[in-house]
Nanobody
């Protein structure tokens, strides 16, 4: 499975961005998908995940109520809709596909990162 992320950019605090992650290859497999992020000087952290069916979603506490993670299986694409962005959301965002167990996404595949910068 190959994952192609896009949609990052520079936005002012309070603004919105939508990231996209398109999957290709073994897309017939029923992978959960999600997003992680890595800020400068910090480790990679979980942001959000969604089951293959789309019926179950999980969010990090830091983004609950601001981010959503819809997916379109017909287009093999998952999105990260980010609203009310804060400077602390600045990071490289990575999409991932893998297994989802009790709210924990274990990636089997990673996309390349896309930079999100939120100015104050």
């Amino acid at each position: 499975v190959q994952l192609q992320a896009s949609g990052g950019g520079l936005v002012q605090a309070g603004g919105s961005l939508r990231l996209s992650c398109a999957a290709s290859g073994r897309t017939s497999s029923r992978y959960a998908m999600g997003w992680f992020r890595q800020a400068p000087g910090k480790g990679r952290e979980f942001v959000a995940a969604i089951s293959w069916s789309g019926g179950t979603t999980y969010y990090a506490d830091s983004v609950k109520g601001r981010f959503t993670i819809p997916r379109d299986n017909a287009e093999n694409t998952v999105y990260l809709q980010m609203n009310s962005l804060k400077p602390e959301d600045t990071a490289v965002y990575y999409c991932a596909a893998g297994s989802l167990r009790v709210g924990v996404l274990t990636p089997a595949y990673w996309g390349q990162g896309t930079q999100v910068t939120v100015s104050s």
